[in-house]
């Protein structure tokens, strides 16, 4: 399994607001490592969506937003839109692996 | 704008070898840390490789340390995977991804559309 823990789905209607978690442990988040996450759309290829915990790149809506604490990591979408309808993965750095770049196991998206 | 154009995907044998190009294009190439990430069909991403932007340090995941090799040539503006005695374990949709930093791992802002490696007899 992922040394990132993401739930497998998380769902909301349009216009609503959902959460995904990204739970490490004392060796990578928690170790104060910065957070990023990534979009990817079906069949596409992923795409930066936060970066450094909590900033959009430019032409990222601010709908989007990141967050950190202790061992974990949060993305909140805000005025959900069918076109969110994606994975969604978190990445960071682990200071106790060889494989130290590391991903969570990444998040279905589905808007209802 | 920023080009990550990957190929060199195929079938190949078990123990077989692949190798991939990634031709970059839009910035300037020599400045910045590449990595490999690939996606097994139905799963998440993990991380391969990574050069650094002069290419004098290179690290690998476990899973392909010993088989794989990253390299890069910064006067073509192409980054490679060389993939020796694949297995089944291996097929995937391999990224080529830019970084934001030179010498370091930090973020990936760029990713090419990928390329599909099948190992199966």
């Known amino acids: 399994q992922s040394v990132l823990t993401q739930p497998p789905s998380v769902s909301g209607a349009p216009g609503q607001r959902v959460t995904i978690s990204c739970t490490g442990s004392s060796s990578n988040i928690g170790a104060g490592y910065h957070v990023h996450w990534y979009r990817q759309l079906p069949g596409t290829a992923p795409k930066l969506l936060i970066y450094g915990n909590s900033n959009r790149p430019s032409g990222v809506p601010d709908r989007f937003s990141g967050s950190k604490s202790g061992t974990s990591a949060s993305l909140a979408i805000t005025g959900l839109q069918t076109e969110d309808e994606a994975d969604y993965y978190c990445?960071?750095?682990?200071?106790?692996?060889?494989?130290?770049?590391?991903f969570g196991g990444g998040t279905k998206l589905t808007v209802l | 704008q920023v080009q990550l154009v990957e190929s060199g995907g195929d079938v190949v044998q078990p123990g077989g070898s692949l190798r991939l190009s990634c031709a970059a294009s839009g910035f300037t190439f020599s400045t910045y840390g590449m990595h490999w990430v690939r996606q097994p069909p139905g799963k998440g991403l993990e991380w391969v490789a990574f050069?650094?932007?002069?290419?004098?340090?290179?690290r690998y995941a476990d899973s392909v340390k010993g088989r794989f090799t990253i390299s890069r040539d910064n006067s073509k503006n192409t980054l490679y995977l060389q993939m020796n005695s694949l297995r089944a374990e291996d097929t995937a949709v391999y990224y080529c991804a830019k970084d934001v930093a030179a010498a370091t791992v930090d973020y990936f802002d760029y990713w090419g559309q990928g390329t599909l490696v099948t190992v199966s007899s």
């Open positions: 050069i650094r932007s002069d290419g004098s340090n290179k």
């Open positions: 990445h960071s750095y682990d200071s106790s692996l060889n494989d130290y770049v590391v």
